[in-house]
């Protein structure tokens, strides 16, 4: 079984420009999870989506940041614009349910400068 | 909402020595206590998790214990390996993770 795919693997852009971050969860999982993780922290949830519904985005700064999951399966996170603030790693994880086991991607790594 | 303290933030023990991590949270409600383990360049991979309805739980060389009254959860390793060298995050209600934990294990 494929694990949950993350693609760009690694990301640097200046400041003001867009980004955008694309994550393919585990073949039959319903929740799909966007985390933020700075440096030497663990992760922390921006967005929780049931199928292709947004469920849980309060930590989601909606001024910059958007999400979408289109057909409830892949998922984008966009940032625009960027921030030098947003430079961390975004994680995707994906579950069956959202009281099952979460499986997460390797990250996304976000250089801004 | 959900609060997860871990400690320590990092451990160094010698092979085949015992490792305990240990997290609290301030939600009652919590109900799922899931430990994972990151590697480097990789993203947090599960290890043992415990649900509220059972005080310990075991899984070769890692068992969890779980104290509801206390809301104090711990990890131990057992017989230390060096490829058991990694961050250690504990979380709690599925979504909220400790600050993690940088285990080394010296050869």
């Known amino acids: 079984e494929a694990g949950v795919v993350q693609s760009p693997r690694y990301k640097i852009i200046e400041k003001k420009q867009p980004v955008a971050f694309w994550c393919n969860p585990i073949?039959?999982?319903?929740?799909l999870y966007w985390y933020l993780q700075n440096l030497g922290q663990g992760p922390e949830l921006l967005i929780r989506y049931e199928n292709e519904e947004a469920v849980d985005d309060s930590q989601l700064p909606k001024d910059r940041f958007s999400a979408e999951r289109l057909k409830g399966v892949d998922s984008t996170l966009k940032i625009q614009p960027a921030e030098l603030g947003d430079s961390a790693v975004y994680l995707c994880?994906?579950?069956?349910?959202?009281?099952?086991?979460?499986?997460f991607g390797p990250g996304t790594r976000l250089t801004v400068l | 909402g959900e609060n997860v303290e871990q400690h320590p933030s990092t451990l160094s023990v010698q092979e085949g020595d015992s490792a305990v991590i240990k997290c609290t949270y301030s939600?009652?409600?919590?109900?799922?206590f899931p430990w994972y383990k990151q590697e480097l360049g990789k993203g947090p991979q599960l290890i043992i998790d415990i649900r509220s309805n059972v005080g310990e739980k075991k899984d070769q060389r890692i068992a969890v214990t779980l104290n509801k009254t206390a809301k104090h959860f711990s990890l131990h390793i057992t017989e230390t390996q060096p490829e058991d060298s990694a961050v250690y995050f504990c979380?709690?209600?599925?979504?909220?993770f400790g600050a993690g934990t940088r285990l080394t294990v010296k050869p």
């Open positions: 939600d009652s409600a919590s109900n799922y």
């Open positions: 073949s039959g999982h319903n929740t």
């Open positions: 979380a709690a209600s599925y979504m909220r």
């Open positions: 994880a994906s579950s069956r349910t959202r009281m099952d086991t979460q499986y």
